[in-house]
């Protein structure tokens, strides 16, 4: 790569970069997405997306995944399952959609380098494993251990672990997705079995609060147990979740997605709020004035649930109770209509 000149240099191709790209192509500014990976989208990842995150991906980009309509909830002592009408999720391989996504901003002349990783911002740019790219502004979509940030000399925006066990075989067609708290275990974390049809995602996500690596593995390895899983027959995964938002707006360098901390420090879905702050940013870069409610929102709803986890009542206590609540159907159906946008039509205790 020779040195290049763009208006916008987006640092990381995942949901949030590729939402950024797609606005500011949109409104004509040049733009290129680097990301160190040679197929971004492959990492670990249940492939949840709700209401929010499917609105917000091109139609042409998403052609298959699985509705799903009812939900198995979990605990030590009860088990509920959650009828709704409509979707509350869809399974869906992000390697797939995020792949297709690429082709279509490629497609319309958007400059993609995969296999190259930033180094470090530079004056008028940013260095790159494949040499300099001159730009106006940076946006570090770069996940939750963005360098980015941390060249910003902000903390980190890691809130929550995950692990997670992937089959590569069809799961059992009737098999349905399910969720598990288990405040003993997971604290105010939980696990969740995510049949896509390609092969059933069973993982465990805990707060760095309560837990740490070590403490995680043993959660998960307690899950699989339960489940009578055999760990060696799948892959095994693991990420970080970046759930501690303190500002994406740097002067000319921005943050988005993980990296701006914006995925949800109880569900860990991250998905919808990459792809909501990544066009909401490039809207910011491109109207000087605009000043976006949204991210504003997702900042202030972080801070209050983080506050409620270290209240009075310990989180694994607050988030079980939660679940149980789930059970009462006018409970329940604020509660989903809150974390997914569906309103559950039956309730089975
Ligand atoms: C196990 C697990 C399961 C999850 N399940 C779900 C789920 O079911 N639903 C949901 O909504 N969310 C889920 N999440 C959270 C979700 O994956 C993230 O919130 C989401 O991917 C954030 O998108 P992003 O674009 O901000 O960052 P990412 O998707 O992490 O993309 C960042 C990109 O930046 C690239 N990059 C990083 N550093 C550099 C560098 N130095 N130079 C160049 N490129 C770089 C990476 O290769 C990557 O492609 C899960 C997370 C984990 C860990």
Redesign the pocket.
């Known amino acids: 790569m020779s040195d290049l000149t763009y208006d916008v240099c987006i640092?990381?191709?995942?949901?949030?970069?590729l939402a950024a790209a797609e606005r500011l192509h949109a409104a004509q500014r040049s733009v290129c997405l680097?990301?160190?990976?040679a197929h971004?989208?492959t990492?670990?990842?249940?492939?949840?997306?709700?209401q929010a995150?499917l609105a917000r991906i091109p139609r042409d980009v998403i052609s298959t995944g699985r509705p799903c309509r009812v939900l198995e909830v979990h605990s030590a002592g009860w088990r509920s399952r959650i009828h709704t009408d409509t979707p509350y999720m869809t399974l869906a391989d992000r390697t797939t959609w995020q792949a297709q996504w690429r082709a279509r901003l490629i497609a319309r002349g958007v400059r993609i380098h995969t296999e190259?990783?930033?180094l470090h911002l530079t004056k008028n740019g940013v260095a790159t494993s494949c040499g300099h790219i001159t730009c106006g502004h940076i946006i570090g979509?770069?996940?939750?251990?963005s360098?980015v940030r941390r060249a910003l000399g902000l903390p980190t925006a890691i809130g929550s672990i995950?692990l997670?066990l992937r089959h590569t075989h069809a799961p059992d067609a009737a098999l349905l997705p399910a969720v598990w708290f288990w405040p003993t275990h997971f604290g105010a974390g939980y696990a969740w079995r995510?049949p896509h049809p390609d092969g059933c995602r069973w993982?465990v996500?805990v707060p760095t609060q309560t837990h740490d690596a070590r403490a995680l593995k043993a959660a998960f390895q307690h899950f699989l147990r339960h489940q009578s899983l055999d760990e060696t027959r799948g892959i095994r995964?693991?990420?970080?979740?970046g759930c501690h938002y303190v500002g994406h707006r740097f002067g000319r360098v921005w943050l988005?997605?993980?990296?701006a901390g914006l995925?949800s420090p109880v569900t860990?879905?991250?998905?919808?709020?990459?792809l909501i702050s990544g066009d909401e940013v490039a809207k910011e870069i491109c109207c000087p004035n605009y000043r976006s409610r949204a991210i504003a929102r997702l900042g202030g709803q972080h801070r209050r649930t983080f506050a409620a986890l270290a209240g009075p009542l310990p989180g694994a206590r607050l988030l079980h109770s939660a679940a149980w609540l789930l059970r009462i159907p006018s409970l329940g159906r604020t509660v989903l209509s809150r974390f997914a946008q569906t309103a559950p039509s039956k309730i089975d205790v």
């Open positions: 640092i990381g191709a995942g949901p949030a970069g680097i990301d160190r990976r971004p989208g990492k670990a990842c249940g492939g949840g997306l709700t995150a190259t990783r930033l979509a770069d996940g939750p251990n360098r995950a997670q995510f993982g996500g995964e693991g990420g970080n979740i988005a997605g993980d990296a995925a860990g879905e991250g998905i919808s709020q990459a």
